[in-house]
């Protein structure tokens, strides 16, 4: 069975992203990317938002014509363009970027359809509003989390103050030379 796995950064007061959703507050190097880069390996669909969607569809389609782009950025274009995406809204009218299922309603069922389907993990890149909802949900069951050296004092926090009590286990940490804190949280 899948797992459906948070893959968030966030500073050392919870935010995902400052007031206007930038994250010029990573600390982002190679150690960094290689934690990235490992991640990505398990991971079957990308999840998004429509926000995150809308960033994702509006940039990598444009690494692969870009003459410039290095390796690694034309690889993980590649890579984005071609696997199974799926993306929850109850606004956007359609979803067209390539291999894109649009997921606008009965969000439980759909959700634990998609868990039951062979493969890899089903992984949620940032997105604060879906992962919000689905925490409240109950259907996450990972929690892939860097935290950042930062506080930014407001935000967009990355969980809510009503989200329901939810005991984790952790199962790994590391602290990467940047100060950043790697932790990989299941359920219990």
Not at 138 to 153: A, F, N, R, S
Request: charged residues 20%; proline residues 5%; without cysteine.
């Amino acid at each position: 069975m899948r797992k459906l796995v948070l893959f968030a950064h966030m500073s050392l007061d919870g935010f995902a992203g400052d007031k206007n959703g930038g994250l010029g507050f990573l600390s982002y190097n190679e150690e960094l990317q290689q934690f990235a880069d490992e991640l990505v390996k398990t991971v079957g669909a990308p999840v998004y938002g429509k926000n995150t969607y809308h960033l994702m569809e509006g940039y990598w389609p444009t690494v692969l014509n870009d003459p410039h782009a290095n390796g690694h950025a034309l690889s993980h274009a590649k890579w984005v363009q071609e696997i199974p995406k799926i993306v929850f809204s109850t606004t956007l009218p359609s979803a067209d970027w390539n291999n894109t299922t649009l997921i606008k309603d009965n969000v439980v069922e759909e959700v634990n359809k998609l868990k039951q389907q062979p493969g890899k993990d089903l992984v949620i890149f940032g997105s604060p509003g879906l992962a919000k909802s689905l925490t409240k949900l109950g259907l996450i069951d990972e929690y892939k989390l860097t935290l950042h050296p930062v506080i930014l004092g407001e935000g967009i926090s990355l969980f809510d103050s009503d989200a329901p009590m939810s005991n984790l286990v952790l199962q790994e940490s590391k602290t990467l030379g940047s100060g950043v804190i790697t932790l990989h949280y299941t359920k219990r």
